[in-house]
């Protein structure tokens, strides 16, 4: 069936309302949920989903499916419909096109009123848009790619508290990436070692330590002792520097009244900035973001998780997404990985989620994946982080991938250094100015980098130390998640 001969008989179905609204069972299209000639209107949200019908199920109507159960549909008629608006509140998919150079693969386009969505609530976007949808039995899996939400929407979210124009000013850092280290072992250190791993990688010269993902409140460790110790570490480190200093203290545990008491302590003992962890849920980064607003803190974000449902381009949700929704619920930083690191990230892809955290009006790039603009609207900017498995001696390609708005963050590339912590952060700190200094005066560090690192090495020997020992390891793996489209249209590469 034609694109045409479809919408003739949607249209003749939805213009006899006694056939539409009959008890029974319908195909989506018929229903509504398919109009090929909808022009979505600026205060639109337009969802990009990949799809992959199962076996003899038509594209079209798989589209129609999307669009009927991410909005108002059932699995057949029901009259309360006419109760409602219900021409406006169904989503519409307006376009079908096969992936390319990918059989079974469709991308469709589904249109969503705002009238469908509460004012500033991800909770409630996501209740629609990654929601029963995805457990759908007529698609073997779905994915969401892209979303362009409308300027109407936009504005009814408060965004990062901070942002990383004001996070530059309150820590007096301009002109270079900043640099930062988890701490490590990940688990098991009592508060007072703790307490000196931080102290050693400020004084060294990082900007900020981290606690990692999965640090809580263990018995080796209680929160109220990791934070008294940590403080200590980082005013000791102020002092002796004359830097601004912080260390991601992480709030996380069980309940939202622990987490308010973790960041409340962490603002009495005068901390800059607190961390959480994505699975402590939608709602929960919403909450923390108006408290971090209402109390001067920055954010950071660890994203531990994300790769059970971003990874897989065939089923789950774009990181890219994620991304746009984390900057709306209100995140300082965001970890949106490194491409050269030990973790999933093909370096466009990566380059596409760098770009939705940090831009004014994000422009399509179908290359990084970015399928629509984005308007921010004023949206505060996102300080991204490249973190996982990265060392001194990939400066030069971090520098050349992500520019100078980036938290560099070196766990293992600092804590593992042969010569010890501080050594580590030197080096990463020596190798870092070198090469912001190389870039300013016109050097081509994509290419000449190594070269620059190993003659600023030859004065720092905490930085031969790091490149003898790291500088051969690469994670030259394939990527998983990567564009399907080398170049955009009417764009020369
Ligand atoms: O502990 C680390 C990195 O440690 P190291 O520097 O020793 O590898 C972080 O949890 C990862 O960055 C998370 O990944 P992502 O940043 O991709 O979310
Ligand atoms: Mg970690």
Request: aromatic content about 10%; charged content about 20%.
């Amino acid at each position: 069936m034609s694109a045409q001969e479809i919408h003739a008989e949607a249209t003749d179905i939805t213009g006899n309302a006694k056939k539409r609204y009959s008890a029974g069972v319908l195909k989506y299209r018929q229903m509504g949920y398919w109009q090929p000639d909808y022009v979505p209107s600026e205060t639109d949200t337009i969802c990009l989903f990949r799809i992959t019908p199962q076996d003899g199920v038509d594209p079209v109507e798989a589209a129609a499916a999307v669009a009927g159960e991410s909005s108002t549909a059932t699995w057949t008629v029901v009259w309360t419909d006419r109760l409602t608006a219900c021409d406006s509140y169904r989503a519409k998919a307006f376009r079908v096109d096969p992936v390319p150079g990918t059989p079974g693969q469709y991308f469709c386009w589904v249109a969503y009123d705002i009238i469908l969505f509460e004012e500033g609530s991800i909770a409630n976007i996501t209740a629609s848009l990654i929601g029963n949808v995805f457990s759908f039995k007529p698609l073997k899996a779905a994915r969401l790619e892209d979303i362009r939400m409308p300027n109407a929407l936009i504005k009814t979210f408060k965004g990062p508290p901070c942002g990383l124009i004001v996070e530059r000013e309150r820590l007096d850092k301009f002109g270079r990436p900043l640099l930062g280290a988890t701490t490590k072992p990940k688990l098991g250190l009592s508060g007072r070692n703790y307490g000196r791993v931080i102290y050693e990688g400020l004084k060294g010269g990082l900007d900020f330590m981290k606690d990692d993902e999965n640090i809580n409140s263990q018995p080796f460790m209680h929160w109220r002792d990791r934070f008294l110790y940590v403080m200590e570490g980082v005013n000791k480190a102020s002092a002796a520097t004359g830097e601004v200093k912080g260390s991601y203290l992480n709030v996380t545990g069980a309940t939202m009244e622990d987490i308010y008491e973790r960041a409340e302590f962490a603002k009495e003992l005068g901390s800059v900035v607190i961390m959480v962890d994505l699975i402590i849920g939608w709602s929960a980064i919403q909450s923390i973001g108006n408290w971090a607003r209402k109390n001067d803190m920055i954010v950071h974000m660890h994203r531990a998780g994300h790769g059970t449902y971003t990874r897989q381009k065939n089923h789950g949700v774009s990181f890219r997404v994620m991304a746009k929704w984390l900057r709306l619920a209100g995140v300082d930083h965001l970890h949106t990985g490194t491409a050269v690191g030990k973790l999933e990230g093909d370096p466009m892809t990566v380059q596409g989620y760098y770009n939705v955290c940090r831009d004014s009006y994000t422009k399509q790039d179908l290359p990084r994946g970015l399928f629509f603009d984005q308007d921010w609207c004023d949206t505060k900017k996102v300080m991204p982080v490249a973190s996982g498995g990265i060392h001194a001696g990939q400066m030069h390609q971090l520098i050349d991938l992500f520019g100078d708005d980036v938290i560099l963050q070196f766990g293992g590339g600092t804590i593992g250094h042969p010569a010890g912590i501080q050594a580590g952060a030197v080096a990463n700190r020596v190798a870092l100015e070198c090469m912001v200094k190389a870039r300013n005066e016109g050097k081509d560090i994509k290419n000449e980098g190594p070269e620059i690192l190993k003659k600023a090495a030859q004065t720092c020997t905490p930085l031969k130390q790091a490149l003898d020992t790291w500088g051969d390891i690469t994670f030259n793996y394939t990527s998983t998640d990567t564009s399907d489209f080398a170049v955009t249209p009417g764009v020369s590469a």
